[in-house]
């Protein structure tokens, strides 16, 4: 397996890192051309209005299309979430409308308004997910084909499903529990996700 992480900028290390953790080869992502071989990509968190703007200056947009089209799996944190969304609250950043969601950017307020949150991650098993939310968006609006996998106790999606492309408005990346990683990993046709698996912790990365 060879799953690539969009580096251009946002937290594109920490998903490497996580990704080499589990036993998976992780490619850093900045030209079209990183994109050959590749089992699927994690379009990483960041600043979604910069990370936009890059993309499109690397060419980086209809390639990544071109995957999901493919049928290659691709996983938005945060940022990335906004940049699969179909439709976003603001004019901009422009997103790639992949996904059939609609997404509402620093749904929670500003940097100091970050919190923690314990979820329970449909397919993840039984035992609760500790999410990071950092300035996050949330999906205010759920396509026919997108299955919601978590959601707050007001009921607002934080991770999503269709098809071959998951989305979550936290940051897996910064957490020592790699089971998200995991099943992305399945997802891009790595080995069968088994939520019953003993739960290795993944250290962090330094």
């Known amino acids: ?28 992502v900045r030209l079209p051309k990183h994109l050959e071989g590749l089992d699927g990509l994690i379009i990483p968190g960041g600043e979604s209005t910069t990370l936009s703007r890059l993309m ?21 944190t945060c940022a990335g979430m906004i940049m699969l969304a179909n439709e976003i609250t603001e004019e901009d950043p422009v997103p790639m409308r992949l996904m059939d969601v609609g997404v509402q950017r620093n749904a929670f307020g500003r940097q100091v308004d970050s919190f923690e949150q314990d979820l329970l991650i449909r397919g993840l ?10 300035r996050a ?62 739960l290795i912790d993944t250290p962090r990365v330094r």
């Open 56 to 76: 499109s200056l690397y060419d980086l947009r209809d390639p990544v299309a071109d995957m999901v089209a493919r049928g290659k799996a691709v996983w938005g």
């Open 137 to 198: 968006p949330v999906i205010i609006r759920v396509g026919a084909e997108v299955e919601v996998l978590a959601a707050l106790a007001d009921g607002r999606p934080v991770a999503v499903q269709q098809g071959n492309m998951m989305a979550t408005s936290f940051h897996p990346e910064l957490t020592a529990d790699a089971r998200i990683h995991r099943y992305f990993v399945s997802l891009a046709g790595g080995p069968a996700y088994d939520p019953d698996a003993p």
């Open 1 to 28: 397996m060879n799953i690539g992480v969009l580096a251009v900028q946002g937290d594109f290390a920490e998903h490497c890192h996580v990704l080499r953790s589990v036993g998976v080869a992780a490619t850093e």
């Open 125 to 134: 098993g039984n035992r609760e997910y500790h999410a990071i939310f950092i």
